[in-house]
């Protein structure tokens, strides 16, 4: 079995690679030469809602709150963001052991 700093390394690797290949919003990914850390400082709190259990919908409004609020990128419908949500609501987040 992995030590719990492991699984959580695995899990903020996960919640990574899903924004990378699933939301971008600033579209670098493309870009091979782009950091791959470029959304880590969301993936904490991603991580925070996924293991509380928050629902696609509440994920999908924090995202769209980041691209708004904090990317300065404008509104965008949380309907734009489900899909990406649901991508993250089912990595398995649980620390065994």
Same mark, same amino acid.
């Given at each position: 079995?992995?030590?719990?700093?492991?699984?959580?390394?695995?899990?903020?690797?996960?919640?990574?690679?899903?924004?990378?290949?699933?939301?971008?919003?600033? /579209?670098?990914?493309?870009? =091979?030469?782009?950091? %791959?850390?470029?959304?880590?400082?969301?993936?904490? +709190?991603?991580?925070?809602? !996924?293991?509380?259990?928050?629902?696609?919908?509440?994920?999908?409004?924090?995202?769209?709150?980041?691209?708004?609020?904090?990317? /300065?990128?404008?509104?965008? =419908?949380?309907?734009? %963001?489900?899909?990406?949500?649901?991508?993250?609501? +089912?990595?398995?987040?649980? !620390?065994?052991?």
């Amino acid at each position: 079995m992995s030590s719990r700093k492991e699984q959580v390394q695995s899990i903020t690797d996960a919640i990574r690679q899903v924004l990378i290949r699933d939301w971008d919003p600033i /579209g670098v990914m493309d870009d =091979p030469e782009w950091p %791959r850390d470029e959304y880590d400082l969301y993936v904490g +709190a991603i991580y925070g809602h !996924l293991a509380r259990g928050e629902s696609a919908e509440f994920i999908a409004k924090y995202l769209c709150s980041v691209e708004d609020h904090r990317m /300065g990128l404008g509104p965008v =419908p949380v309907s734009a %963001r489900l899909s990406v949500a649901g991508a993250l609501k +089912a990595l398995d987040v649980s !620390l065994n052991g």
